[in-house]
Structures are given as C-alpha cells and as structure tokens.
C-alpha cells in the first residue's frame, strides 16, 4: 500500500456524499410524503364515492316510490277517463234519441202538411184574435170562459164596413182628369 504522508487517513466509519447524488434520507421523505398525498386523496375518494353511493341509493327508492306514485296516478287517471266517457256515452244516446225523436216529429208534421194540403174540406181561415175591451170585472168572467172549453163559443167574425161616401168636391178646387187615368187638382181664384 502507498500512502502518502500529506493525505489525510480515511475513517471507515463515515463515507462522504458524492455530488450530485441526493441522499437516501432525501429519497425516502419525497416517498414518504408522495405516499402520504396519495392516502388522503384515496380517503376524500372514499368518502365522496360513500356519499355518492348513499345519494344513489336515495335516489332510487325516490324512483321506485315515484312508479308507484305514477301506477297510482294511472289507475286514477283510467277511472275519471272512464266515467267521463261512460258519461259522453250516455250524453251521445240522449242526443241521438232527441235528434231521432225530432226526425219523427217533422216527418210527422210534413206528412200532417201533405195531407192537409190535399183535403179541400179544411177550410184556410186564420184563427180568430179575441179582444177584451172590458171592464176589470168582466175579466174573470172570460177568465172562467177559457177555462171551461165546452162553454167557449166561437168569437163572430167581424163585419165588413162599407166605405163611407166621399164628401162632396170643395168647389174652390177644379177636377182635372187626364187621359191616362190621372187626376189633378186645380185651385181657383
């Protein structure tokens, strides 16, 4: 072995660091701490993935009550269906049997029309008015009149007035008549 008298003696015990090599207690914090950072973002994970989970479960059995909610709401929404068109049904009757019933009736009366039309015997008089020009108490006289059809007499029609005859012509005015039937007159001074 050569060994030179200025170099220092070398320990065994302590070994020297190169430079550029990072320590081994370097090495095992920046793991230690990586480690650490990854445990509590697999904790907040964990928790968020747990509240996720009861969220979900949360959610359907709010699913699961809103079907039954809805077969509910069906079954109610077939009922009223049901007797609102059990009602138009019956609504739908009654009309066609009024419209029937009206179909009878004016085939009836055009058939009671047709046959009055062709009986000469009828006669086409209109019916009379009556006029009550009474007293208040002659009023319940006609009264029990109308009531009592067998004692109602029939009213007389009315006479035929004959036109009065014209005064005679003022004799300030002159008379001209012309050849087509017209006729003036003529005041005279």
Known sequence: MIS?????????????VA?????RKGTIGVVVAGAALVTIVNLTAAVYLYRGMNDLRVV?????????????IGARLDTINNGFQSRFEKLDSQLQADFNEIDRNVARLEQNSSVAASDDSISSAPEPTVITTGTEEEAPAVAENMAEPDSMEMPRPPRKRTP??????????QRIQQADGKVHYKKIN
């Open 4 to 16: 030179d008298p200025d170099m220092p003696a070398i320990e065994l015990g302590a070994q020297e």
């Open 164 to 173: 009065a005859v014209a005064p005679p012509p003022n004799p300030a005015y």
């Open 19 to 23: 430079a550029g090599k990072p320590s």
């Open 60 to 72: 359907e059995a709010r699913l699961e009550k809103l079907g039954q909610f809805e077969q509910r």
